[in-house]
């Protein structure tokens, strides 16, 4: 059967096969709930990169953030500023 991966705001996605870590990346891009693109100068932002696997018991696609993205994390967060 055919099932939607992400039926929210996710559009235009992309897929690649990551040979180098043996993995299959998934790039979206989200758009924007408002319509003031216009007056900010741009509409929508590219999602993050996501792992791509399935689970063969519950018979879906998972979607997970890549853990390089880990790395750009200077500090952690701890709900202050």
Known sequence: S???????NVYASKS???SAKNRQLLWS?????????VERGW???QSIPAIMSVDN???I??????PE???LRK???NGQN
Not at 61 to 66: D, E, G, K, R, W
């Open 57 to 59: 018991d519950l018979n």
């Open 61 to 66: 696609v998972l979607l997970n953030p890549i």
């Open 29 to 37: 891009w989200i758009r924007e709930e408002d319509n003031g693109g």
């Open 16 to 18: 690649f096969y990551d």
């Open 43 to 45: 509409q929508g932002v």
């Open 75 to 77: 500090n952690a967060y």
């Open 2 to 8: 055919t099932r939607l991966l992400d039926a929210s």
């Open 69 to 71: 993205l880990q790395t």
